[in-house]
């Protein structure tokens, strides 16, 4: 199994709503990633998890919780979003921090 | 400046033709990625290279470390290569972060 799953495929959610992505891997990999990516642009890193320890918070604003429960498992909790937090979110995962990186197929969210 | 610098931005080719994607950079790497991305957003990783040349299939990826260039070669192009193609490395000595150009949005026409 090489690959990264992402769930849901598409969300919308106003910005008083609390919900949740999910990330998921059964490639024994001890790295995840979170990334946003907004439209025409790269994808920005938001937070790594390395052997299930939060490593890099690349400043992100307390409104994106990561978490990560085990080691195939990577969520990020999402509380009152703002629209421009509209973006596809991408997760990733790599044998070790800094290995090859691979990508779920992303989530695509709408905050109105 | 950004310290990935990717060129073109854009390009529109005939099927067939053999193309070349750069990649400049500027900081200290331990490796280079080069990653596509289809329109809807899936990105799929091509290569991770450190030093000399890989090639899978009609994708080729070399890297000059002593230059700070990298290049993507794909031969025989086809319009299933149209897509966006970033260039990403990991900066040595600053916590492997992984920095992004801003990509290359390659369309070909059949």
């Known amino acids: 199994d090489t690959e990264v799953t992402q769930t849901p495929k598409h969300l919308v959610m106003g910005m008083t709503n609390k919900k949740s992505l999910k990330c998921e891997q059964h490639?024994?990999?001890?790295?995840m990633y979170w990334y946003k990516q907004k439209a025409k642009k790269p994808p920005e890193l938001m937070f790594v998890y390395s052997y299930e320890k939060l490593s890099i918070n690349e400043s992100v604003p307390s409104r994106f919780s990561p978490e990560c429960p085990n080691s195939s498992l990577l969520n990020l909790h999402l509380h009152a979003l703002q629209p421009e937090d509209s973006a596809l979110y991408l997760c990733?995962?790599?044998?070790?921090?800094?290995?090859?990186?691979?990508f779920g197929p992303g989530t695509r969210l709408t905050v109105l | 400046k950004n310290e990935v610098e990717q060129s073109p931005q854009n390009l529109t080719a005939q099927e067939g033709e053999f193309i070349t994607i750069n990649c400049s950079y500027s900081?200290?790497?331990?490796?280079l990625h080069w990653l596509q991305q289809h329109p809807g957003g899936g990105i799929v990783s091509l290569f991770m290279?450190?030093?000399g040349k890989k090639k899978h299939g009609r994708l080729i990826a070399t890297i000059n470390i002593q230059e700070k260039h990298s290049s993507l070669h794909i031969t025989a192009s086809h319009p299933r290569d149209s897509a966006v193609y970033i260039c990403a490395v990991v900066a040595a000595n600053r916590d492997d972060k992984i920095i992004f150009g801003k990509g290359t949005r390659l369309h070909i026409l059949p």
């Open positions: 290279l450190s030093s």
């Open positions: 900081v200290g790497i331990s490796a």
């Open positions: 990733a995962s790599s044998q070790e921090e800094g290995s090859r990186q691979y």
């Open positions: 490639m024994g990999h001890r790295a």
